[in-house]
């Protein structure tokens, strides 16, 4: 009988094709330790990306303090959260405050200047346009090869035009925006003969028809050979496999059948996303999703865009957009922000936290997912009414196999935010000693949070 390994797949039928389904990593993949696989291997380290548009309010989500143990501000307030492993989700995590995008006397862009310097180390020399790889396909390309997807690009805004993940030449990587498609693309058949004629699956269909059901034999078998505690892990893997498959459906299915629910009018174009709460669950689902395919090696790279650089998020009953809001709601004098367009930053953090959250519920090793992971967290600008690129929030999540302290707040004074994407690329093995353009070229990493 061939033995099991960590590239194991479960096979069953379906509707006469085959689907298959990855499992986690299990004690028996890894070395007495719990460190690494059997083979001698290390755990793979996985690299994301996770985008909010719009930035923040600098004053009310920068720590006071640097270091470990500063006190949230109320903008942060989101990563207050116990764990259910136990800690708090704030020590999973350092907060990035201080870092800029240096122009060199080149236009500021309004939310194009700030995301591209971040993300690429250069500045575009016209609006709109892509200098240079991002740094999700950087990363991506020293890594990629090594799983069935070379990267995954994720969005919640319902816009399949919507992306920051960029390769050579400014072609964008196409995000799923539907978590039915996510998961068919991840957990369903492998192979569509290509003599069969376009084939384009229904994610309905692969929801009503369990995976777990046509994967049953060879589920059977695995868990008569696995210990206890492999065991329990796998039936906890299946089963929130089935819960996601019940929770896709009822995202797809539309809203309950409530007497008090008026049919709205027709929007005219595909608006799914753009309402904040749509949002922040298609965010939970795909998250877990990913989890998923994090934990199976599905892919080791990826990208997240909560909302677009120009936020087309809204609030239930308007049309008044997040973007809108930043530049045409007055500054409340007697608190000194935008209250209304505020209420999309604390959205946006319960977002970031939900996410990074969720790769901390899925156990590897003798620690998280999330340890063998670096998801970095940022924005397009800080304060958004005013276009601003100095201090563009950013975030950094996860200890990348131990590469990573995390629980730290480091004031950039000024320095290019570039030192993280050259941290991030050094920490994820590439052999970068610098990195970015001109006045944006990073030389040294970010010490404080490196192990």
Not at 155 to 170: H, M, R
Not at 373 to 388: E, M, N, P, R, T
Not at 417 to 433: C, K, N, P
């Amino acid at each position: 009988m061939k033995p099991f390994d960590r590239r194991t797949l479960l096979r069953g039928a379906l509707a006469g094709g085959v689907v298959t389904m990855g499992i986690p990593l299990l004690d028996c993949f890894l070395n007495e330790h719990g460190t690494a696989l059997a083979q001698g291997a290390p755990l793979p380290v996985r690299f994301g990306a996770w985008m909010w548009g719009c930035g923040m309010n600098p004053a009310r989500w920068t720590p006071a303090t640097e270091g470990s143990g500063f006190e949230l501000p109320i903008e942060l307030r989101a990563l207050d959260r116990d764990l259910a492993g136990g800690g708090k989700l704030r020590d999973q995590m350092s907060i990035l405050s201080g870092f800029d995008v240096k122009l060199d006397g080149r236009p500021n862009f309004p939310h194009t200047a700030g995301l591209m310097g971040t993300l690429t180390g250069s500045l575009p020399l016209q609006d709109y346009t892509v200098p240079a790889p991002t740094l999700d396909t950087i990363i991506a390309a020293e890594v990629g090869g090594l799983t069935r997807f070379r990267s995954i690009e994720m969005s919640c805004t319902g816009n399949p035009n919507q992306s920051y993940s960029f390769g050579s030449q400014g072609v964008a990587n196409a995000p799923e925006i539907s978590p039915g498609a996510l998961y068919t693309r991840v957990f369903g058949p492998e192979f569509a003969d290509p003599n069969a004629g376009p084939f384009t699956p229904d994610p309905r269909l692969m929801l009503r028809r369990s995976v777990l059901s046509v994967v049953k034999e060879d589920r059977d078998r695995l868990l008569q050979r696995v210990g206890a505690h492999d065991r329990q892990r796998l039936d906890q893997y299946f089963t929130s496999v089935r819960q996601l498959e019940q929770q896709i459906d009822v995202l797809l299915a539309g809203p309950p059948d409530l007497e008090s629910c008026q049919k709205a009018p027709t929007p005219g174009t595909d608006d799914v996303g753009s309402e904040v709460g749509q949002s922040m669950a298609t965010n939970r689902v795909m998250a877990e999703l990913l989890s998923f395919a994090l934990a199976c090696d599905q892919t080791r790279v990826f990208s997240m865009m909560f909302s677009d650089r120009i936020s087309g998020l809204r609030q239930p009953g308007s049309s008044a957009q997040h973007h809108q809001l930043t530049h045409d709601e007055p500054l409340d004098p007697e608190i000194g922000y935008q209250p209304e367009a505020t209420e999309f930053v604390y959205a946006s953090m319960e977002a970031w936290a939900d996410f990074i959250e969720r790769l901390a519920a899925i156990p590897e090793g003798d620690g998280t997912l999330l340890d063998n992971c670096l998801v970095f967290g940022h924005s397009d600008v800080s304060l958004a009414k005013i276009h601003g690129i100095t201090g563009v929030p950013m975030m950094i999540a996860g200890r990348a196999g131990g590469a990573l302290r995390p629980g730290i707040h480091v004031a950039g004074a000024t320095a290019p935010s570039t030192r993280a994407g050259l941290t991030i690329q050094q920490v994820m093995g590439l052999t970068t000693e610098s990195w970015g353009s001109r006045s944006m070229e990073a030389t040294q990493p970010i010490s404080e949070i490196l192990a």
